[in-house]
T-cell receptor, first 114, second 112 residues
Framework: DQQVKQNSPSLSVQEGRISILNCDYT??????FLWYKKYPAEGPTFLIS?????DKNEDGRFTVFLNKSAKHLSLHIVPSQPGDSAVYFC?????????????FGQGTRLTINP | NAGVTQTPKFRILKIGQSMTLQCAQD?????MYWYRQDPGMGLKLIYY???????DKGEVPNGYNVSRSTTEDFPLRLELAAPSQTSVYFC???????????FGSGTQLSVL
């Protein structure tokens, strides 16, 4: 029962182009969504988040879009840089208050080619 | 500022052995978590704590125990190691009201 799904295990993008990573969820109680980035041999690091009251949140080169009716969110990286090569995890939680018991997707490995 | 520190980084156990994975944070965070990541899978929550003396089960608690005697430390105990516990374990912490987790660098555990 995978409540958060990232259906693309890997994605390859040319440097300077846009990277789009997708995430789908099934639990309608989820109301807070996050993206984490993970390099090899390191723990995940927080990238960007969005509350269900918004449909877009932007932070520099990173933008997250939320489509509640489709239960879908996406992360856009523009322009993509070689340092963006990492595994990206989508995560969701029900209830922004209190302990964040996050449910993670399987991850998408992004490779940025020079 | 060390953040979240996990020890050891690597460990090999024999079936039936016990061990404790250590986790410490120096950010005075209220909440602490243990996740495991299996190959090709997302992170799954094992246990979490909202403060010293308070712990609760996550999605996959069987085979594990935790304690939280101080704000800083949140050790994870494996009593009778099984091959199914071969995984990478991540500890994380969060300050209440700041909705993002800070993760340690992980412990890679193999049970043979």
């Amino acid at each position: 029962d995978q409540q958060v799904k990232q259906n693309s295990p890997s994605l390859s993008v040319q440097e300077g182009r846009i990277s789009i990573l997708n995430c789908d969820y099934t639990n309608s109680m989820f109301d807070y969504f996050l993206w984490y980035k993970k390099y090899p041999a390191e723990g995940p690091t927080f990238l960007i988040s969005i509350s269900s009251i918004k449909d877009k949140n932007e932070d520099g080169r990173f933008t997250v879009f939320l489509n509640k009716s489709a239960k879908h969110l996406s992360l856009h990286i523009v322009p993509s840089q070689p340092g963006d090569s990492a595994v990206y995890f989508c995560a969701a939680s029900a209830g922004i208050q209190g302990a964040q018991k996050l449910v993670f997707g399987q991850g998408t490995r992004l490779t940025i080619n020079p | 500022n060390a953040g979240v520190t996990q020890t050891p980084k690597f460990r090999i156990l024999k079936i039936g052995q016990s061990m404790t994975l250590q986790c410490a944070q120096d950010m005075n965070h209220n909440y602490m978590y243990w996740y495991r990541q299996d190959p090709g899978m997302g992170l799954k929550l094992i246990y979490y704590s909202v403060g010293a003396g308070i712990t609760d089960k996550g999605e996959v608690p069987n085979g594990y125990n935790v304690s939280r005697s101080t704000t800083e430390d949140f050790p994870l105990r494996l009593e009778l190691a099984a091959p199914s516990q071969t995984s990478v374990y991540f500890c994380a912490s969060m300050l209440a009201g700041v909705e993002k987790l800070f993760f340690g660098s992980g412990t890679q555990l193999s049970v043979l």
